[in-house]
């Protein structure tokens, strides 16, 4: 069965960086793209960007161009998502999702990223 | 961007009864929509995607409609586990696919 699991939830502090894992079982990785979606506290869901593992192109939200590095680990079927300068309002959970810019029928569980000084 | 906008924020539905979800999209997104339940604590589940198509294993008391810019979801027989969010989502344009901001389904 298709899971996608992800790493430990991170307290950090303004300015810092967070890098979430998202390993990936039951599917050949290589063959879908994985999505990165946050939901910060009580609100909607909001795209990040994607990547695809294939062909190693990424594609980021504006508003994040700037602070976001999606990276993949065909080796291990895990990806990254790496963000700096890291501000209050970037508290939030992270997901990981199967696929590219589509729907997601596989998520990860989620990643609590609370960032306080 | 596309702009998706869900109502009503909240809905109040007495179990057995049928709860309709509304989504409307700023511009055409043609029939590239899903729709999602999200339960507190838990990741977005997929119900429906390209508009009316049911996910694997979602129950047939959940259906969806609309193309364009506006969209429907159908909770038919409404159950006590059906109580959660629900979120649609575009994906016409896909950079940046957006969410609208979501119905909360009380029972």
């Known amino acids: 069965q298709v899971q996608l699991v992800q790493s430990g939830g991170e307290v950090k502090k303004p300015g810092a960086s967070v890098k979430v894992s998202c390993k990936a079982s039951?599917?050949?990785?290589?063959?879908?793209?994985i999505s990165w979606v946050r939901q910060a506290p009580g609100q909607g869901l909001e795209w990040m960007g994607s990547?695809?593992?294939?062909?190693?192109?990424?594609t980021y939200a504006q508003k994040f161009q700037d602070r976001v590095t999606m990276t993949t680990d065909k080796s291990t079927s895990t990806a990254y998502m790496e963000l700096t300068t890291l501000r209050s309002d970037d508290t939030a959970v992270y997901y990981c999702?199967?696929?590219?810019?589509?729907?997601?029928?596989?998520w990860g569980q989620g990643t609590l990223v609370t960032v306080s000084s | 961007e596309i702009v998706m906008t869900q109502s009503p924020a909240t809905l109040s539905v007495s179990p057995g009864e049928r709860a309709t979800l509304s989504c409307r999209a700023s511009q055409s997104v043609r029939s590239n929509l899903a729709w999602y339940q999200q339960k507190p604590g838990q990741a977005p589940r997929l119900l429906i995607y390209d508009a009316s198509v049911r996910a694997i294993g979602i129950p047939v008391r959940f259906s969806g409609s609309g193309s364009g810019t506006e969209f429907t979801l159908t909770i038919s027989g409404l159950q006590s586990e059906d109580h959660a969010q629900y979120f649609c989502?575009?994906?016409?344009?896909?950079?940046?696919?957006?969410f609208g901001q979501g119905t909360k389904v009380e029972i």
């Open positions: 039951g599917y050949t990785f290589s063959n879908y793209g």
């Open positions: 990547i695809s593992p294939y062909h190693v192109d990424t």
């Open positions: 989502q575009q994906y016409q344009q896909r950079h940046p696919s957006t």
């Open positions: 999702a199967r696929g590219g810019s589509t729907w997601y029928a596989y």
